[in-house]
């Protein structure tokens, strides 16, 4: 009798590809308009070592310089323009299935391409956790450096006592975009639990838009895309019910680049379990761009989530309002 088997379906020269573009096409974040294609950070990806650096020019200063007459006349001073850099860190990731858990997708139609789907949504959801972990470092960075001055906190310890200014709503979310000054409305996009949309769902003050390109209805707030996910924080109040975070998103605010892992692919068998092995690896930025990355407490070769999660780990280095992320703790 003939078994299929994985590597029979899997070709890691031709899957390796298929998942990898399947993974961006399905991204939420890619989506959301949160990470924009680019291929220049692609590039850097793909550069070598465990951190990217992402040099950039700062904003001109001052003011405009009288242009006098006469003997007294003086020439226009000449001023430098400045640069920084931002520092990116390579997440180099892998997970390895059996085939127990691949068994409904080899019986499909389109076996190879039925596999390519689930690991594509696999690593959307991974990216996902990784990124809200890249937040939470990032803004533990800003209580720690800035004063908070990219959080709205307006929750209150005890959630029974909880009024319309310490929930998700218009004022608070405008509050929260406006932390950015003028340059609020480059906030586009929300990310949220999925208790607070229900909450808003319930209000009718969510927005369906149908996107064509993914035959879905596409929900929106206060003209933001809402990205529901229960990854988001939430943390018990002192009295009862939680205290949430909900994070405003600027179009390209994630850098996201797709590095070169140097066995992306490939396929096993353990003989003695019985079982045929698919292993993916990956390396890629999934980067806040103007935040950069320390490497103040990495033990190993890339950060773990709970790593990426640490203060010690950024360092702001753009003008805050060129910051596109803001957070907002709420009660519900």
Known sequence: MAYTRISDIVTPSVFNPYFLERTAEISTLVRSGIVTPDAAIDVLAKSGGKTVNMPFFKDLTGTSEIIGGGSSASSL??????????????????????????????????????????VAEWWNRDEQTTLLNVLAGMFSDNLDNDSGDLISNVSRGSATLAAAANLIGPETLTDAQYLLGDNANKLTAVMMHSALMGRLIKQKAIDYVWDETISMNIPYYMDKRVIVNDNCPRASAATAGYLYTS?????????????AAPVPTETDRDALAGDDILVTRRHFLLHPRGIAFQSASVADN??????????????????KKNIRIVKLVTNG
Request: glycine share 12%; charged share 20%; no cysteine.
């Open 77 to 118: 001073d000449v001023n430098k323009i400045t640069t920084g850099t931002d520092i990116a860190v390579l997440f180099m990731r892998g997970k390895a299935w059996g085939v127990n858990d691949l068994a409904e997708a080899i019986s499909g139609a389109d076996p190879m391409a039925a596999i390519g789907d689930l």
């Open 247 to 259: 994070y405003l998103f600027g179009e390209g605010a994630i850098a996201r680049g797709e590095g």
């Open 302 to 319: 890339s950060p773990t989530n709970a790593e990426a999660a640490q203060a010690s780990n950024w360092n702001r280095v753009y003008e």
